[in-house]
């Protein structure tokens, strides 16, 4: 019997969805602006607002101890997605590749449900294919539109599709892994339902709308349900702390917006990167 909470959020949202692109598909996948319009709430609470408790999480980690440390924090919290974002728009290809290999493993390490050594290596690694390789694989044409956003070259994604169907048998050994450990009682039901999931989610939906509905509905449910129950909160108060953090976010994402409809200094390409970058540093923590 599924007990999780955050993997019934995961679920009812697949089957929500599942019906919208049934009924709306001509809509939904007309364009990337649709996309975004969809899930313009989820991806501000609660996508962006798992991101805010960051300094929460870094007080419980004991890194900020005084004001001189929160300073110290915030410094070196700001610097790294700028450092990054510099050196992305400099060697593209290099830095896209490693903004993808770090969000591989922090999808992994952050939403792993194993205890042992091995299962968690494993996990790790399948969940970072699934959500990072599936789409390649199954959406090229449609990977190619979004990842010309990064200013990734042609060669770079031509190369990075011919190197899908090693990684899609690879993540079907390890799924395979874990329905045999299950049947060996090694493994739970729930973590058999959500790589299902997740496969499902992955190979269904085009490459947005079914990373939205991860990283909205799975990905950052379970972050803040974490955090609320680490930080002893009730969802009000949990709510409420994600506010200033979130808000200012979107107040940021919002001038970049309207540096790029004003026609000043800015294009999409340089908000999509510029946002990819500010993650950064919430992957390292």
């Known amino acids: 019997q599924m007990k999780a909470i955050d993997l019934k959020i995961f679920l009812l949202s697949i ?9 709306f598909e001509g809509f939904v996948y007309a364009n ?11 991806l501000i609470w609660p996508g962006l607002a798992h991101g805010s408790l960051d300094i929460f999480t870094a007080k419980r980690f004991n890194l900020i101890k005084s004001n001189k440390s929160l300073i110290y924090f915030l410094t070196i919290y700001i610097s790294i997605p700028i450092f ?3 050196l992305w728009l400099n060697f593209p290809n290099l830095f896209f590749s490693f903004f993808l290999i770090l969000s591989g493993l922090h999808f992994g390490i952050s939403d792993g449900e194993s205890k042992s050594y091995l299962h968690k290596k494993f996990e790790i ?3 970072a294919i699934i959500i990072i390789i599936l789409p390649v694989r199954f959406y090229i044409d449609e990977i190619k539109e979004i990842f010309l956003f990064f200013f990734v070259s042609d060669n770079f994604i031509t190369s990075f599709h011919s190197w899908s169907d090693l990684f899609l048998y690879l993540a079907i050994f390890f799924l395979v892994f ?4 299950f049947l060996l009682n090694k493994t739970s039901k729930n973590l058999i339902i ?19 509905i991860y990283f909205c509905f799975l990905h950052s449910v379970r972050h803040l349900f974490y955090e609320k129950l680490k930080l002893n909160l009730s969802f009000k108060k949990l709510f409420l702390k994600t506010l ?5 976010s979107c107040l940021f994402i919002f001038f970049l917006m309207l540096t790029v409809t004003q026609n000043i200094i800015l294009n999409v390409n340089y908000i999509v990167i510029a946002i990819s970058s500010l993650t950064i540093s919430h992957i390292f923590l």
Do not use: A
């Open 125 to 127: 690694l399948l969940r």
């Open 84 to 86: 990054f974002f510099y």
């Open 244 to 248: 200033p953090m979130t808000t200012l």
């Open 15 to 23: 089957i929500f969805f599942s019906i919208l692109v049934n009924l």
């Open 32 to 42: 990337l602006y649709n996309q975004l319009i969809i899930f313009s709430i989820p």
């Open 178 to 181: 874990f329905l045999v450990s």
């Open 194 to 212: 959500e790589l299902i999931l997740l496969f499902f989610c992955f190979i269904y939906f085009k490459p947005l709308v079914s990373f939205f």
